[in-house]
């Protein structure tokens, strides 16, 4: 099914790295957006705290550095005081804030979804018409937000391949966890494992940097949340010797989802540098397997169906062949829902 590629010309390389850059700079937020978003959780807690004693933080794309101007607000509340809550009582605080937040003339179809494995508040942001959602207690969330966002600092390659996979995703409607298919999330860790086990790597594997000390533990809903996040280049040996482009990074991840990664053997982990099996794992009844890098029990690709996973290789493959093959115009427009 996989056609052989043509030889990649200079002229071509050059193309491809221009449409991502262009993806970047047409996706991405700026300061200013960013700061808004600070400012509207800012209000959000000040009202919130009529009634509760809660701290909201923001995380998800608004904070990991893979954010899009019009990504949702993904909103965590703690209590103070308040270590952990359990699921009775989250559900509770969960329907009490829904009619708090209705008293807000600021949102507007305010939601509670209770029956979700994580439960929300959903609401929309009129000014803004940005899109929200509020979830207690979601501490491994904001852990593994810090951690992509420390990935994201590390090499600008990393921030911009991320964006072109999220765009593509959205593009071959292939994005959205919700109608069935993989999260923003699981795309974003299938770009940095990628970007780990390129020759030479482009990033190192965080949760593996501990200077020869034993592994420090940082424990978080049982799980170990530790990884080094103060990299500088002298703290990695393979610092700087990955000279590839965006548009051939981009490339090399379409081909080597299609025609290298062994789906079936493998799961696509970054946590660890060496090749984890779907075996070891007893992940072998799916086809598409991604580890979360702290909740080592959740495989993001476990929600999908046959029909949903073969769509998706589908777009790999596809992806491939468009990517890359020289063109001569270059298709001006996105879609109108990418607009
Ligand atoms: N998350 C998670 N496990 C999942 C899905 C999401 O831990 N199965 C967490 C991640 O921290 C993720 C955040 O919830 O970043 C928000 O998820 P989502 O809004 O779906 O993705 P974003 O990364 O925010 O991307 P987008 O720009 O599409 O909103
Ligand atoms: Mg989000």
Redesign the pocket.
């Known amino acids: 099914e996989l056609h052989p590629l043509p030889p990649l010309t200079s002229d071509f390389l050059y193309v491809l790295d221009r449409v991502c850059e262009q993806c970047y700079r047409d996706f991405a937020p700026d300061e200013l957006e960013l700061s808004i978003r600070e400012l509207i959780l800012q209000q959000l807690e000040t009202f919130v705290r009529r009634q509760f004693a809660g701290k909201l933080q923001l995380?998800?794309?608004s904070k990991?550095g893979?954010?899009?101007k019009k990504?949702?607000l993904?909103i965590c509340m703690v209590l103070e005081g308040q270590e952990s809550i359990d699921d009775v009582d989250c559900i509770k605080i969960i329907e009490s804030l829904a009619r708090c937040l209705k008293k807000n003339p600021g949102l507007r179809n305010i939601l509670p979804i209770t029956t979700a494995k994580v439960p929300i508040v959903k609401f929309y942001h009129i000014s803004t018409s940005l899109e929200g959602d509020i979830s207690l207690y979601n501490t491994?969330?904001l852990h593994?937000?810090h951690l992509l966002a420390s990935y994201a600092a590390i090499d600008r390659r990393v921030k911009i391949l991320c964006y072109v996979m999220?765009v593509f995703a959205k593009m071959c409607d292939i994005g959205d966890?919700s109608r069935g298919s993989l999260?923003?999330?699981a795309y974003?860790l299938m770009v940095l494992f990628f970007l780990q086990q390129r020759n030479p790597p482009v990033i190192p594997v965080l949760q593996e940097i501990y200077f020869g000390r034993k592994k420090p533990e940082v424990l978080v809903d049982g799980w170990n949340v530790y990884f080094f996040d103060d990299l500088k280049p002298s703290h990695w040996p393979h610092h700087g010797k990955n000279t590839e482009s965006i548009g051939e990074l981009w490339l090399g991840l379409l081909r080597f989802y299609t025609e290298d990664f062994d789906f079936k053997e493998h799961v696509v982990s970054i946590r660890q540098q060496a090749r984890l099996t779907t075996f070891s794992k007893q992940w072998t009844s799916k086809y598409i397997v991604i580890e979360?890098p702290f909740d080592l029990n959740h495989n993001?690709g476990a929600g999908l169906s046959r029909k949903m996973t073969n769509f998706i290789m589908k777009a790999f493959i596809n992806g491939r062949t468009v990517f890359g093959t020289p063109f001569q115009v270059l298709p001006s427009i996105y879609p109108s829902h990418m607009e």
């Open positions: 995380f998800g794309s990991n893979f954010g899009f990504s949702d993904d491994l969330a593994n937000t999220k966890a999260s923003s999330y974003t979360d993001l």
